[in-house]
């Protein structure tokens, strides 16, 4: 243990250990950061004080967080969500319950040190019965080092971890076993280290350069290195406290943001000059902006997400969103193995999985994201009451949103529908009437469960097109009827007007039934619209000639509306014959 100790110091340099020198180098490195050849140290804090690189983290680390990260437990070839697991609570609900540290702020936390630091560290707590995690507390990564030590029962290297925790104002040094280390690790280069590669260290010269930039800028604007302007008098002061004077006499009446826009008197031949903007500050303003790119290019993200949108435009936006899940996904990765690694048993591990719902990744507008979840319902990839969920809505009463759609006019290549003969007779099964006596659609021949599920649906969605388009044409007679002159024009031309439309509404599930019960691909659906509206054409001459103009307006409205439904059953009825 001491041997863990030793290293602990040694790796993290401190002025309590003598072995140190106290060189100019050293003593930066110990207060301030690694130093740079620009002269800027890099540290945790000079590095998060430069905005692109707060932002680049902030961004991996809150994405990373917010999405949910749940415990599975396999069933067959599938998977149900094991809610009774402790992995289930730490990564989704309370991490550390003692310190009401949530899973996400444990989450951002730890990445945002992966990001930053090359590791994140968190001590996961167990049980002491029976070893179970009961909380993940995050370590401080610039005082927490990995190495190896013998056990002595099996004389096997394993891996452990050396780490100070503040107790107080003092700070105690633990060591911890490898199993109890939630690590996530950035990129390894070293054979014999289990330590991520520090970008701090790495790229101290490119963060420095940036560093330093904005600080040149801020040192400008405080000492204000380039006068704003230029004033020129006819005359020599006469010593160096009147020009002072007089510089402060300026100053006082038009520095400062309450004297803003104040008029200039001049006299005795003054003049002011104004001093424009050099070459030397143009580069300076590029400068900056190519030092964001460089954060960009340093963390995988694209420009735009750190609010420079020189280079990108609304197509390359989208490109760039999608290219940022593939960096983004590591993190993920990372998250997923390692808590499985060290939340689960050896033997839960070949029956759970830990895993992100990247769907929760995936942001588009509200008519795309209703259309993608329709073209989904309608084929049967999820469910009415899973699509809901998406909607953050509670499922349908008693399982009506549980049953999976299938569109009935797809089917395996090669494979044909089954049917049976026809009862004697040409009888339909007793199921085949509906609660109004009427028949349905497609009942001439007994058929499979399948096949008469299909047909059923059919029927369903052919009178369901029936009734929406008889409406339609029922509204429209009634605003015509208003005008004795323009129904007659109307209702001449109704079988024409209306006739495509009609056909259009109920071909797809009049192709269906025509398949389904006698393998053909022909569809009477035009004749069926054009029988369809010659008996509405009928049953408003007969309306007209039983009433006068003027009654009739009422006379559609109160009586041809109310046929809907049966027309629907006479339209069902005549496809049967």
């Known amino acids: 243990m001491q041997g863990v100790i030793d290293l602990l110091m040694q790796t993290r340099a401190t002025l309590e250990n003598p072995s140190t020198p106290l060189t100019s180098a050293n003593i930066e490195k110990i207060l301030g950061g690694e130093p740079s050849r620009t002269g800027v140290s890099v540290s945790t804090e000079s590095a998060i004080s430069w905005p692109p690189v707060l932002r680049a983290i902030m961004k991996l680390a809150r994405d990373t967080a917010r999405l949910s990260l749940h415990t599975y437990r396999r069933e067959g070839e599938g998977k149900q969500r094991a809610a009774e697991h402790p992995a289930e609570t730490l990564l989704n609900g309370l991490a550390l319950e003692a310190w009401q540290l949530k899973s996400y702020d444990l989450r951002q936390t730890l990445t945002a040190h992966m990001v930053l630091r090359g590791n994140g560290y968190g001590w996961i707590l167990r049980d002491s019965l029976t070893g179970r995690p ?4 995050p370590l401080d990564p610039t005082a927490t080092v990995t190495g190896y030590q013998i056990d002595r029962d099996t004389g096997e ?8 925790i503040p107790v107080g104002r003092e700070s105690m040094t633990l060591t911890l076993h490898g199993r109890d280390v939630l690590h996530l690790r950035g990129l390894c280069l070293s054979s014999d280290s289990n330590m991520g590669l520090d970008p701090l260290d790495a790229l101290k010269d490119a963060l420095g350069l940036g560093i330093a ?32 004077e007089f510089r402060a006499r300026w100053g006082d009446i038009h520095s400062g943001l309450e004297n803003a826009g104040r008029p200039a008197i001049l006299e ?3 003049t002011v000059s104004p001093v424009a903007i050099t070459n030397r500050d143009t ?3 590029e400068s900056r902006q190519f030092d964001a790119r460089q954060v960009s290019n340093i963390f995988g993200l694209p420009i735009y997400l750190l609010a420079d949108p020189t280079t990108t435009s609304f197509a390359s936006v989208e490109q760039m969103a999608l290219s940022y899940r593939d960096e983004l996904d590591p993190h993920l990765v990372q998250w997923e193995k390692e808590s499985e690694l060290k939340l689960l048993t050896a033997d839960e591990r070949a029956t759970h999985v830990i895993e992100h719902s990247r769907h929760q990744l995936i942001r588009t507008d509200v008519k795309t994201q209703s259309d993608v979840l329709i073209n989904e319902v309608n084929n049967g990839l999820v469910n009415v009451d899973e699509a809901r969920s998406v909607k953050n809505l509670n499922p349908l009463p008693e399982g009506a949103g549980q049953a999976y759609r299938q569109p009935l006019n797809i089917g395996l290549v090669g494979q044909t529908v089954p049917l049976e003969e026809p009862a004697a007779g040409g009888e339909p099964p007793p199921d085949a009437s509906d609660d109004r006596g009427g028949r349905r659609i497609g009942f001439t021949a007994r058929s499979t469960d399948t096949t008469g599920r299909a047909l059923q649906a059919a029927h369903n969605v052919l009178a ?18 208003r005008d004795s002159r323009a129904f007659w024009r109307w209702l001449e031309r109704i079988e024409e007007d209306y006739h495509h439309r009609l056909h259009d509404a109920i071909q797809p599930a009049v192709k269906v039934c025509d398949y389904l019960l006698h393998g053909s691909t022909q569809t009477a659906s035009d004749h069926l619209a054009r029988v369809m509206l010659g008996k509405m054409k009928r049953d408003l001459l007969d309306l007209a000639g039983q009433v006068t103009a003027e009654g009739l307006a009422g006379a559609v409205e109160e009586q041809f509306l109310q046929r809907a439904d049966q027309t629907a059953t006479a339209l069902a009825g005549c496809y049967s014959t």
Do not use: W
């Open 134 to 137: 009961t909380g993940i507390r």
């Open 157 to 164: 290297r394993e891996l452990i971890y050396a780490t100070k």
């Open 213 to 244: 930039g904005q600080r040149l800028v801020a040192v400008q604007f405080e000492n204000n290195n380039r006068p704003g302007m230029v004033i020129t008098v006819p005359y020599r002061f006469k010593d160096q406290e009147a020009v002072e």
């Open 268 to 270: 005795s031949g003054a």
């Open 283 to 285: 580069q300076l303003l």
């Open 464 to 481: 369901r097109q029936v009734r929406v388009s008889v409406a339609h044409i029922g509204h429209a007679a009634v605003r015509k009827s």
